[in-house]
Structures are given as structure tokens and as C-alpha cells.
């Protein structure tokens, strides 16, 4: 069964603190997202990998840095966590290189990041 | 890019055909229309993917009409277990201009018994 784990399903951190959200997926996929979701607005893309140590901004990045380092694990860093980061963050990955559809989107349970 | 535009929520009754339509006026000739569904505290699942006409599997059909400009999920006989949130999606994947790939707000289904 296809699985993609994030490492922590709820997180409590402080203003100021670095956060490290991590994500592996045992699927061979060449393609990583981290998402935040937050109520009304949905899903949003902050950053995403198309391969080893390669990384593209999504539509939100500022606050937030990303690290791929090997194919199977992609980390989403809040260098200095601040109240406006609680939200669901949620990590994906898909199959393929440039392709002309969006292929299946496989998603991990997500992690709800709370920071005060 | 293309955004989408679904209605917030609908409401049901189990055993009825649902239809959730997402707008999308600015989808460009190579993007794919997809739909997901998310329970409440995990992530998305693939329902769907179409790019005109009609598709359909095991759990749903998706009407595109000719000039794409919107689709239609279809759920038949819904049960109270697809209470849950539909997101409509269009894009056209990785590329050389990165992944194009937006979600919507999302539309709450409420199956009622």
C-alpha cells in the first residue's frame, strides 16, 4: 500500500522557534509538495521538489524554506515560527517528470502546527 | 492561471445523485481537470481526472462540457459516509513553468440520512 508519513501529527511550538515538518514517501516519486491549509482558503502550495536537492516556490513560501536531500524525504522549515504559521500543513507526492496532466496527488495525514 | 470557483456547501440525503459544479474560465488548452475528496483531519484523495466530454469509474463521473470552461462531479446514491469536503482542480502538472496546480476553497457535502 502506497504510503506517504509525516512525522508529527500535532506540534505545539513557541513564537521565534525553528520548526522542521518531515515528510517520506516510499513510492519512488520524483515529485514532493508541502501544502498549509487553513479554513476557507483550502489548500496552498508553498514549496515543492521535482528531484534531489531541486526546490520551486509555490504561491505562499515567504516564512518557510524546504530541503530535499534524498528522493524519499522532503522537510518543510519555518525558520522562525510565528503565530500566522498555525495551520495544517500537508505533504504530497506524485509520479513523473513534465507531464501534461497532474497525475494522482498522494497525500500524507497532515500535520496541525500550532504555534503560540 | 486558472482558478476554480465551487460553491461553499450542498446538502443531501442519502440514496440521491450529487452534482458539484466547479468553474473554471481561464483554463488553459493543457490543463487537466481533477477532483479530490478529504475527510476531516486527513489528507486529499484522488477521485477523478478528466480533460473534456465524460469519465467515469468506480465511485464518480465527471461531465466536461465542450468549451471546458467548467466540469461537473457526479456521486451517485450517496451515502452518509461522502460527508466530506470535494476540491476541483486544474492544471497541467509539472513543466517548465512549475506546477500549476491550484486549489479551490473546496465544496462541503453534507449527506444527511
Known amino acids: 500500500d502506497v504510503k506517504v508519513t509525516q512525522s508529527s501529527r500535532y506540534l505545539v511550538k513557541r513564537t521565534g522557534e525553528k520548526v522542521f515538518l518531515e515528510c517520506v514517501q516510499d513510492?519512488?516519486?520524483?515529485?514532493m509538495f508541502w501544502y498549509r491549509q487553513d479554513p476557507g482558503l483550502g489548500l496552498r502550495l508553498i514549496y515543492f521538489?521535482?528531484?534531489?536537492?531541486?526546490?520551486e516556490k509555490g504561491d505562499i513560501p515567504e516564512g518557510y524554506s524546504v530541503s530535499r536531500e534524498k528522493k524519499e524525504r522532503f522537510s518543510l522549515i519555518l525558520e522562525s515560527a510565528s503565530t500566522n504559521q498555525t495551520s495544517m500543513y500537508l505533504c504530497?507526492?506524485?509520479?513523473?517528470?513534465?507531464?501534461?496532466?497532474?497525475?494522482?496527488?498522494?497525500f500524507g495525514e497532515g500535520s496541525r502546527l500550532t504555534v503560540l | 492561471l486558472a482558478k476554480t470557483t465551487q460553491p461553499i456547501s450542498m446538502d443531501s440525503y442519502e440514496g440521491q445523485e450529487v452534482n458539484i459544479t466547479c468553474s473554471h474560465n481561464?483554463?488553459?488548452?493543457?490543463?487537466?481537470i481533477t477532483w479530490y475528496q478529504q475527510f476531516p483531519s486527513q489528507g486529499p484523495r484522488f477521485i477523478i481526472q478528466?480533460?473534456?466530454t465524460k469519465v467515469t469509474n468506480e465511485v464518480a463521473s465527471l461531465f466536461i462540457p465542450a468549451d471546458r470552461k467548467s466540469s461537473t462531479l457526479s456521486l451517485p446514491r450517496v451515502s452518509l459516509s461522502d460527508t466530506a469536503v470535494y476540491y476541483c482542480?486544474?492544471?497541467?502538472?509539472?513543466?517548465?513553468?512549475?506546477?500549476?496546480?491550484?486549489f479551490g476553497a473546496g465544496t462541503r457535502l453534507f449527506v444527511k440520512a
Open positions: 513510492m519512488d516519486h520524483e515529485n
Open positions: 521538489s521535482y528531484d534531489v536537492k531541486m526546490k
Open positions: 481561464n483554463i488553459a488548452t493543457n490543463d487537466y
Open positions: 478528466g480533460y473534456k
Open positions: 482542480l486544474v492544471g497541467d502538472g509539472i513543466g517548465n513553468g512549475g506546477f500549476k496546480t491550484i
Open positions: 504530497a507526492s506524485t509520479s513523473g517528470t513534465a507531464t501534461a496532466n497532474t497525475g494522482e496527488l498522494f
